[in-house]
């Protein structure tokens, strides 16, 4: 059971560059989020989805798109990159209600130069 | 969203127990208190949670005041590997955030050996 895998592990872009981070679960879970962590600071979220084909804002959504059209795959991609997005990237799945445990990848490292 | 009150750290010796605080006063009758942590450069990791009655599992106890206005996670015997950064949540079971896990600063755990 591999759990919640994001790759890559670490990125560097260049200003202006797009790219996707990728984002799969083996667990049938119908909820998937990302989340972004700065240096000190808690995580905050990105994007979320209640299952395939739903996708929502979250609280900082600006610069950045998602979709979801499978269960197991939540990608989110960068549409121009910028020096502010430079943070580490979590994504993260759960069964749905508040009783649920949430399982997070390792995370992904991303700079912007 | 419901909000929880954390110290910013608090400090252990290794084999003693860790009673770690959360103030949670605007929690709703419907909400899970979730504790997670963060080791070092690693995603956040389930730890335990609860509704009304305190629970045990392998990592760790929950104890939930009466009113549910607080919560304390207890870690019987601190090891080395519990130094981390813990985070008290809040997760709703029912309506259109139950997805969500809105994350604060946490609390930073220093374990001495």
């Known amino acids: 059971n591999a759990g919640v895998t994001q790759t890559p592990k670490f990125q560097v872009l260049k200003t202006g560059q797009s790219m996707t981070l990728q984002c799969a679960q083996d667990?049938?879970?119908?909820?998937m989020s990302w989340y972004r962590q700065d240096p000190g600071m808690g995580l905050r979220l990105i994007h979320y989805?209640?299952?395939?084909?739903?996708?929502d804002q979250g609280e900082v959504p600006n610069g950045y798109n998602v979709s979801r059209s499978t269960t197991e795959d939540f990608p989110l991609r960068l549409l121009s990159a910028a020096p502010s997005q430079t943070s580490v990237y979590f994504c993260?799945?759960?069964?749905?209600?508040?009783?649920?445990?949430?399982?997070f990848g390792q995370g992904t490292r991303l700079t912007v130069v | 969203d419901a909000k929880t009150t954390q110290p910013n750290s608090m400090e252990s010796n290794e084999e003693e127990p860790v009673h770690l605080p959360c103030n949670h006063s605007?929690?709703?009758?419907?909400?899970?208190i979730h504790w997670y942590r963060q080791l070092p450069s690693q995603g956040p990791e389930y730890v335990i949670h609860?509704?009304?009655s305190n629970v045990n599992n392998r990592m760790a106890s929950l104890a939930i005041a009466e009113d549910r206005k607080s919560s304390t996670l207890i870690l019987h015997r601190a090891t080395l590997r519990d130094a981390a950064v813990y985070y008290c949540?809040?997760?709703?079971?029912?309506?259109?955030?139950?997805?969500?896990?809105?994350f604060g600063k946490g609390t930073l755990l220093t374990v001495n050996p």
């Open positions: 605007t929690i709703s009758g419907t909400d899970y």
């Open positions: 609860g509704l009304t």
């Open positions: 993260a799945s759960s069964y749905r209600g508040g009783g649920t445990e949430a399982f």
């Open positions: 989805s209640v299952g395939a084909g739903i996708t």
């Open positions: 949540i809040l997760r709703a079971n029912s309506g259109g955030s139950n997805y969500k896990l809105t």
């Open positions: 667990m049938n879970h119908e909820y």
